[in-house]
């Protein structure tokens, strides 16, 4: 069975075609950070426009890449929410078109459901159940994954996610958008113990994540520094900042997978494709005896081929969209029995 995805939900335009749950047979991403970064972030009404004038261009790629025409595709899996109403739209409305023209069945992704299966594609033994640590640009999440369509919700957080955080402290430092992976560089040069900032809401039992504070601490800090006229340790404050973030986030993470019961743990969303984060983890894992598990760089970030995977299995669930399918810009992650 050949599933094509579709990914539009903010600044990359992704298609990609799937040989039935687990077979990569192309992913195109089209990104438009390089437009986006003189503005210091993504502009929605230029992601709209970009997604309209690469979206085709993208899916026929896709299926060129996979060997294949648009008439052997079997089913078309679109994300439908959460990201920019407009770049969204996008993505839906093609996948819609497909459907009809092709007559064959449309399956609407969650997005954050499609990071989290970004791990099926990167590890063909993974099997439910299993605890995932989602931490991407606009989230931040422990899942407890009990089935291909039961999922779970342990913790999520209560304000900012951890890649906003990253960007946001990134942008006060000067450095470009997107901000995590200039932090992820600058860190490898700092201390991680220079400067003391604050690890939010540690008690144990709790999988509720709050950036907010440390990411204050952290703009504080660079503004008094400032105000001193001092010379801003950029490593430093990144290697700081990070080890902050990164502490919290496997505390938690194996505190859910103890809790839970758990012996796997993955890891999903940009965020993933942090070099500490993922050390730390691999760290406490062998430590552990749990076994963890993380999507390459290119599965990590947004793309085509995550979505087409989580429809997948939605479509083994009989879980279909009809063509009223519209976009959710605030769709989040979900219980689901
Ligand atoms: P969401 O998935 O929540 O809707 P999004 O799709 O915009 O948001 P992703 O594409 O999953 O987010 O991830 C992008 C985020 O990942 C950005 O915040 C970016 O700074 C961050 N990121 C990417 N690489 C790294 C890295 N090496 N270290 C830290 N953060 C990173
Ligand atoms: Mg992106
Ligand atoms: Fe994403």
Redesign the pocket.
């Known amino acids: 069975i050949l599933t094509l995805g579709i990914e539009s939900?903010?600044?990359?335009t992704s298609a990609a075609v799937l040989r039935g749950g687990r077979t990569i047979l192309s992913n195109v991403i089209s990104t438009q950070i390089p437009i986006h970064q003189k503005f210091g972030g993504?502009v929605p009404e230029i992601a709209s426009r970009k997604h309209i004038v690469n979206i085709m261009p993208v899916i026929d790629e896709a299926v060129r890449q996979a060997g294949v025409t648009l008439k052997d595709i079997d089913q078309v899996a679109v994300t439908y929410g959460?990201?920019l109403v407009g770049a969204l739209l996008v993505g839906v409305s093609a996948a819609k078109a497909l459907a009809f023209a092709l007559d064959k069945p449309l399956i609407g992704v969650n997005?954050?459901e499609g990071?989290i299966f970004a791990n099926f594609l990167a590890e063909p033994t993974l099997e439910p159940p299993f605890m995932a640590l989602v931490v991407?640009?606009?989230?931040t999440a422990l899942v407890d994954v009990r089935g291909y369509d039961s999922f779970h919700m342990m913790g999520q957080t209560r304000d900012d996610?951890?890649?906003?955080a990253?960007?946001k402290i990134?942008r006060v430092m000067g450095l470009p958008y997107?901000?995590?992976?200039r932090?992820?560089a600058l860190a490898k040069e700092g201390d991680p113990l220079a400067i003391d900032f604050p690890r939010a809401l540690e008690e144990k039992g709790n999988y509720e994540f709050s950036f907010s504070g440390l990411k204050s601490a952290v703009l504080n800090y660079i503004n008094s520094e400032k105000m001193k006229g001092h010379e801003l340790r950029k490593a430093d404050i990144a290697a700081s900042f990070?080890h902050s973030v990164v502490e919290v986030l496997v505390e938690k993470a194996f505190d859910a997978v103890r809790r839970a019961g758990r012996d796997t743990l993955v890891l999903a969303?940009?965020?993933a494709?942090?070099?500490?984060?993922e050390a730390r983890l691999r760290e406490r894992a062998k430590e552990t005896g749990v076994r963890f598990f993380y999507p390459n760089r290119i599965l990590?970030?947004?793309n085509a081929a995550m979505i087409a995977c989580r429809g997948y299995y939605q479509a083994k669930h009989g879980d279909f969209s009809d063509l009223y399918l519209n976009a959710v810009p605030g769709l989040g992650l979900e219980e689901r029995e």
């Open positions: 939900s903010c600044d990359e993504v959460p990201g997005h954050l990071h991407s640009g606009g989230h996610a951890a890649g906003e990253f960007d990134a997107p901000g995590g992976p932090i992820d990070q969303g940009g965020v494709a942090n070099s500490g984060l990590c970030t947004d």
